[in-house]
């Protein structure tokens, strides 16, 4: 199935003094959190495939896509137009946890499309609108099932901005603007690899758990990312989550992989972890997985994990039908060949462009797997160089984020539809930018 570009109107800008965006209102009434649009001074009014438009007629190539929330490229036409059917009858929008026909649609899907053909048998939790919902939800039933409070979590890894989600965060800013200064009943380990280099957190681990005067005991779960994005893209080896899943196995702890924007596609299998052969105990899913930008979060386990009574974890907007609606549009995705097919296409044009990058100035650093790559400027420049090139990009109408620990890394991600057209743009872009040519 091909998701087709059209390209939109033309919109009559909006313009302040000497011809500059018309900020005012937000400036005059928005809070000071605010952050992207201070790196993107842009009022946006319209987006198809990878193409934002702004309301001065600027036309932008965006290699952000709503942080990973936008796979499948914004206004894809074969969800939209389930989206607009529904719309159109009248469908119901808003159910709680209540029975309905797109809930039941979406799960069907869920089940035929993706977790049946790679032989995952999972319980749906719709546990709120965000991925940060979802990471509260496997927090607590994990502590729930097992009886055990503490959680391991590693270095580097990024879950959510809430309080439950901040405590197996580590990023420091972030921990620090929530008020989580405190261990909270998790433990830090140390990834396979960041900042500092590789590093055997599974000895670690091991050793923490056989030794029993370590001061550790061992935990309810242990959440991971298949591949750290906030914390600068590291991807875990195959191996090394082969071996987190042994270790948890051997001890009754509970896996958690957080796919909230590693998932639905991302890396060129719908699940990261796919690559591993492993089998997580519980996965979060958020993000893309509406396949429209809508909110909708899954937090999904092992039957044999459903310990819940009715209404013990609630939410007013668990259950947002539109989103289902589109979610069953974009499960169904993965069950055409011409798409999956096509999945490996830009990859490599990503791929080539690291190979190059490191070839020309070899104290830049390449990471990533399938859809994402990681620019690591770290040894090149650091974080102000990162800011120079996404700076330097928008203004040559490309949009990319940066990540790590002092936003060193400059963080690619194209919709896994992108037009080699639109690609072709933004890797031009990042080539000017970095090598100069």
Known sequence: MTIAFTPPPVVVPSLGAAGA?????????????????????????????????????????DFFCGAGSLNYGHNPDPIKARITDYLASDGMMHGLDMYTAAKRSFLEALTEHILRPRGLD??????????????????????????????????????????????????????????????????????????????????????????SSSGVEAPAAVIVEPLQMEGGVYPASADWLRRLRAVTERHGILLICDEIQSGCGRTGTFFAFEESGIVPDMVTVSKSISGYGLPLALTLFRPGLDVWEPGEHTGTFRGNQLAFVAATAAAELWSDPEFVERLPVPARSLTALGTELTAAEPEITVRGRGMVLGIDLGRAGGGMRAEEVQRYAFEHGLIVELSGRDDEVIKILPPLTVTPEELDHGIGVLRAALLGR
């Open 21 to 61: 965006p018309d900020v005012d209102v937000f400036e005059r009434y928005e809070s000071h959190v605010r952050s992207y649009c201070r790196k993107f001074p842009a009022v946006f009014v319209r987006a198809k495939g990878a193409r934002l438009y702004a309301e001065d007629g600027r036309v932008f190539t």
């Open 122 to 211: 999972y319980t749906v939790q719709f546990s709120g609108p965000t991925g940060a919902d979802a990471v509260e939800a496997a927090l607590k039933l994990a502590r729930k099932a097992t009886g055990r409070r503490g959680v391991f979590a590693f270095g580097g890894g990024y879950h959510g901005m809430t309080r439950g989600s901040l405590a197996v965060t580590g990023n420091g800013r972030a921990r620090r603007a929530g008020g989580v200064h405190g261990q909270d009943e998790v433990t830090f380990i140390p990834y396979e690899d960041g900042p500092q280099g590789p590093f055997d957190s599974i000895a670690l681990i091991e050793r923490l758990l056989a030794d």
